[in-house]
């Protein structure tokens, strides 16, 4: 374990944080290479393990579904000296046959309405090493006009807003309906998203801004 202690100005107390040292670590990213502790139903799981005692071109990870039961077994591939990488696709349902390759997850409609999780685990020479990620049904974000999110809006300009529902997509192109809310003004107004593609089950909306914030009488 190490530490950092940071005294404080009356020279009594002290901010201490303290992290564990580990031999191997597992890390579950998502599509960006961020550290993810939560996935899209059916979005693939993405893995980097550190292990510096490995020395081979390739381990291997098991992962497991909680609700659904699932276990697979997943290669991942060295990308330098102590680093492996690997993906394993998911998909929504009860799981009918475990080393597909897929790793089926659970669905259940409540409530109450638990929501499945993945475990990630690589046996090290010094003991096994883990880690865990829930997966959830959607995500919906403020972002700008580029899609990237944002926090904050300028007055008398728009509001765009994204909507990720991997589950949530048809042949056809889809719309969906959502409700924005002003705090300041407790305007409440109803938005209607569409999907950017067909069977994309990413939905897109935006909604003017007059120049006091509020939002236009029309909607």
Not at 160 to 167: A, F, G, I, Q, S
């Given at each position: 374990m190490i530490s950092i202690d940071l005294p404080a100005g009356d020279g009594v107390t002290s901010t201490v944080a303290q992290a564990q040292i580990t031999g191997s670590a597992v890390l579950l990213r998502d599509g960006e290479g961020e550290p993810a502790d939560t996935f899209l139903e059916s979005a693939p799981v993405h893995v980097l393990v550190i292990a510096p005692g490995a020395s081979a071109?390739?381990?291997t990870v098991q992962v497991t579904s909680a609700l659904s039961g699932d276990v697979e077994t997943l290669t991942l591939q060295g990308v330098g000296s102590i680093a492996y990488e690997g993906q394993i696709p998911t998909a929504a349902?009860?799981?009918t046959a475990h080393g597909d390759g897929i790793l089926q997850i659970s669905r259940f409609?409540?409530?109450?309405?638990?929501?499945d999780s993945v475990t990630v685990s690589y046996a090290a020479s010094s003991g096994t090493v883990s880690d865990s990620?829930?997966?959830?049904?959607?995500?919906?974000?403020?972002?700008?006009?580029?899609?990237?999110?944002?926090?904050?809006?300028?007055a008398g300009t728009e509001a765009?807003?994204?909507?990720?529902?991997?589950?949530l997509n048809y042949p056809s192109l889809v719309q969906y309906g959502v409700?924005?809310?002003?705090?300041s003004t407790g305007q409440e107004e109803d938005l209607v998203l569409t999907e950017?593609?067909?069977d994309s089950g990413v939905y897109v909306g935006s909604m003017p801004l007059d120049v006091d914030g509020s939002f236009p009488s029309s909607g």
């Open positions: 071109s390739s381990i349902g009860q799981s409609f409540g409530p109450p309405s638990p929501q990620a829930v997966f959830i049904p959607g995500r919906i974000a403020f972002v700008d006009a580029r899609g990237e999110k944002t926090p904050t809006f300028a765009y807003v994204r909507m990720e529902l991997p589950l409700q924005m809310f002003n705090d950017t593609r067909r």
